[in-house]
């Protein structure tokens, strides 16, 4: 092994973490660097980790290295490269006697979650750490998370990356093309039923997406719906909310972190917005974003969007802000 890297992960009892934590130290996600894992979960259930650290030493990952559990987060967060905030409130279980199943409710109960956890990750993370909030609303969790940290070398990130992989998948079925030859699908806005998932600017087998696809009716009717309302969809068919295909979208948000964009492609995940395509400073918005040959994470700024394309964004601009305000009172 070349180097390591330290990685912290929340909810690492639950079910996406369950799927996540083995392709950290596979080998494949970090290359040949070692990786030290950090586990945090909560007091009531931060005990059932010595069972998944058995699994994973029985498993045997030659680039796994030191793995640690707490219910500590601020001892976890010390000298940190990476941070996968997947522990969250979700919707639909009770809370403090109360069923949580509206958005206000979620913003508001993880709110002061993500407050403390950005704090330490201000204060005790590596300056160019990267925090990939996974747990919803990822997008104002992450906006959260990032005005407590105050660290500005560090990159805060929403997960949309399962939203780019959905829509790759209906893609492929409409078009009968492998689901490997489409790049450059964007998720912009928010990480929510009001996401806009971009089938114009898509590269389907190097065409691009409005050549390939000229059916607007179902491009609205069908596809943009499909897109949106898929965690719904799973959760009705499973019974429990998205758990492999969230794992493997988190590992392909690190995957196109640690390795430069190939020319053409982007991938999808939101980041603190600067201006780019007149959308509001600051607020966490998904954009398609490019990993350069420094390391560094920037927005691709050179997509066309269409009047119909920037109708639909506006919409999930409008809800970032409105959640914006809603969280208000818990900005620095």
């Not at 058995?54 to 640690?68: I, N, R």
């Not at 000298?79 to 997947?86: G, H, Q, R």
């Not at 399962?162 to 093309?177: E, F, H, P, Q, Y």
């Not at 607007?216 to 719904?232: A, C, L, N, Y």
Request: hydrophobic fraction near 40%.
């Amino acid at each position: 092994m070349s180097s390591s890297i330290k990685v912290v992960v929340t909810g690492a009892a639950g079910q996406i973490a369950y799927s996540l934590i083995p392709r950290l130290v596979n080998g494949r996600t970090f290359g040949d660097k070692k990786v030290d894992l950090a586990l945090v979960e909560i007091p009531q259930v931060v005990d059932k980790l010595k069972g998944l650290i058995m699994e994973l030493e029985d498993s045997y990952f030659p680039a796994m290295g030191k793995v640690t559990y707490t219910d500590n987060f601020s001892e976890a967060a010390k000298d940190a490269d990476w941070f996968l905030l997947v522990g969250s409130i979700p919707r639909g279980i009770v809370y403090n006697g109360k069923k949580i199943e509206e958005r206000s409710d979620l913003l508001s109960i993880n709110g002061g979650i993500f407050v403390d956890q950005g704090k330490a990750i201000g204060s005790f993370g590596k300056d160019k750490a990267k925090i990939l909030v996974v747990g919803n609303p990822a997008n104002t969790n992450a906006f959260i998370g990032k005005n407590a940290a105050d660290n500005e070398s560090q990159l805060w990130m929403a997960m949309t990356m399962l939203d780019s992989n959905r829509a790759k998948s209906v893609i492929s079925k409409k078009t009968g093309v492998n689901i490997s030859e489409i790049k450059n699908m964007i998720i912009w806005g928010n990480h929510s039923p009001t996401m806009y998932p971009d089938s114009e600017n898509v590269i389907i087998n190097n065409q691009l997406g409005s050549t390939v696809i000229n059916d607007m009716s179902w491009v609205e009717k069908d596809f943009i719906p499909s897109v949106q309302q898929r965690g719904k969809a799973v959760i009705n068919a499973r019974g429990a909310s998205s758990a492999t295909s969230a794992a493997k979208a988190a590992i392909d948000t690190v995957m196109a972190c640690e390795s430069p964009t190939e020319d053409g492609n982007s991938f999808s995940a939101a980041i603190a917005s600067d201006g780019s395509y007149d959308v509001p400073q600051g607020i966490i918005c998904g954009f398609p974003l490019v990993t350069l040959s420094d390391g560094t994470i920037d927005i691709k700024r050179d997509i066309a969007l269409s009047d119909f394309g920037k109708s639909k964004f506006q919409i999930s601009i409008d809800e970032l802000l409105s959640e914006r305000d809603a969280v208000k009172h818990l900005m620095k």
